[in-house]
């Protein structure tokens, strides 16, 4: 297998939360909030109707 494509952090980008109380929900990335030198950063995750926020530590980006 080749990688085919490299998929970044970014707002609309489709992801899996495979870490934390909402693994294994997948959603939509809406927003990213950077963070501190020891605060890391956040991402707000839509999924389906509901809202939620997650380290970005918890999740794994699966497409575009």
Do not use: Q, W
């Amino acid at each position: 297998g080749k990688i085919e494509a490299v998929l970044g952090f970014k707002e609309g980008a489709k992801c899996i939360v495979y870490r934390g109380i909402h693994a294994p929900e997948s959603g939509t990335i809406k927003s990213i909030k950077k963070g501190a030198m020891l605060k890391d950063s956040t991402l707000e995750i839509e999924a389906g109707k509901r809202k939620f926020e997650t380290v970005v530590s918890n999740i794994m980006v699966v497409g575009a």
